[in-house]
């Protein structure tokens, strides 16, 4: 067989739900020499990258790592090793990825119970301490920013009906990590999953983790016939990797993914999280003014509008997959299609991490009103 072409992909603007761009710094991090997964300079950085994690999720818990896989599988991690078969949870769901929990904890062989919301629109706190009045659900789990739709989730309120209810909270952070405030501490979240690709700005590969005293608790106490399902995912065998005065294989850890989180963490405390956060805040302002100039309408309503990730109705006579294509051939730039009911009337413009330029927002504009006169 004839050797393929060597590898020569267009540099993008990626401007849609993730993977976002890549700060040149991470990649030449990956790119630098291979060492063991046990050695003990390899240890150092994992130290390092475990204390920047929680430094990111404002947590002092001390099962904070990064799962060797992407976001999905931190999902799943978390619900695995909290859920026991007959367990009970409680989902809300408002987009895809609530879907995707409650198809997660039906594997498990947890008996689920959905708190609904209409795409678009937050979880009403009323309608989940209904769903949990006389239950004790081992678990209560939300998006907080809800890729799919563009909606940040409030906590706060969500948190306290759970712990009112005896159970955990966990949340899913994928797209707001690194680009808005997450106080996994203060709003008492007891597990915790991300990514690498959407604000951190990393190449995707990776899931951040984090558990509270209580998950750990929870997940120690299992019963001794309930082994976690996954063996990959199985907290207890993972810890004995990432924690500990005594580091032992468990599998073997990507090592360049690795120093890629590394490197995309520090150039985010460089930043400072204040200063990313009110990046990503002036830069949406940007793009709105814009877009609804050219006669976009958001799909959330200003209140519950997510920064990084703008959810905006395809206006007439402007096709979904033309335009897209026009945009990604013409102008290397790329944006999302939406998802599920939204699949052809909506599109997802991202703004995360090193996509979450003035640049970024004004080319877009650009090419989105020169395609608008086109026609
Ligand atoms: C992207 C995303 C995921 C899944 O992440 P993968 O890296 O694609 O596995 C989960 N939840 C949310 C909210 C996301 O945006």
Wanted: aromatic share 6%; charged share 20%.
């Amino acid at each position: 067989m004839a050797a393929a072409n060597e590898l020569n992909p267009t540099a993008r603007f990626l401007m849609g739900p993730g993977p976002s761009d890549v700060h040149p710094r991470v990649l030449q991090a990956m790119a630098t020499p291979m060492i063991g997964h046990l050695d003990p300079q390899f240890i150092v950085i994992m130290d390092e990258l475990k204390q920047m994690l929680r430094e990111l999720f404002r947590t002092r818990n001390e099962l904070t790592f990064a799962v060797s896989a992407t976001a999905s599988a931190g999902m799943e991690t978390c619900f695995v090793n909290l859920l026991e078969p007959g367990d009970e949870a409680v989902v809300c769901v408002n987009g895809v990825f609530g879907n995707r929990m409650s198809d997660i904890v039906g594997r498990c062989g947890a008996k689920l119970t959905r708190v609904d919301a209409p795409w678009g629109q937050p979880i009403d706190p009323a309608a989940l301490k209904k769903a949990l009045d006389g239950r004790r659900p081992k678990l209560v789990a939300v998006v907080h920013a809800e890729t799919s739709t563009g909606l940040c989730q409030p906590l706060e309120e969500i948190s306290r009906l759970a712990h009112e209810a005896g159970a955990l909270f966990l949340v899913d952070a994928v797209t707001s990590l690194g680009g808005m405030d997450v106080r996994t501490d203060e709003w008492g979240i007891d597990a915790i999953y991300s990514g690498t690709q959407k604000c951190i700005s990393a190449p995707p590969g990776l899931s951040p983790v984090s558990f509270s005293p209580r998950a750990v608790q929870a997940m120690e106490s299992r019963k001794a016939a309930n082994k976690v399902q996954s063996w990959y995912l199985d907290l207890g065998l993972l810890r004995t990797y990432w924690q500990g005065a005594k580091r032992a294989y468990h599998h073997t850890a990507p090592v360049s993914m690795i120093y890629g989180l590394h490197e995309a963490l520090r150039i985010i405390f460089e930043e400072g999280l204040e200063a990313r956060f009110e990046r990503h805040r002036r830069n949406h302002e940007l793009l709105r003014a814009g877009l609804e100039e050219l006669g976009f309408e958001f799909v959330v309503a200003p209140e519950y509008r997510l920064p990084m990730l703008n959810a905006v109705r395809i206006p007439e006579p402007l096709e979904d997959a033309p335009v897209r294509k026009r945009l990604l051939e013409e102008y290397n730039i790329e944006i999302g299609a939406g998802l599920g009911e939204f699949a052809g009337k909506v599109w997802r413009i991202g703004l995360m991490g090193c996509s979450c330029t003035p640049n970024h927002v004004n080319m877009l504009l650009a090419a989105l009103r020169q395609i608008q006169q086109d026609r």
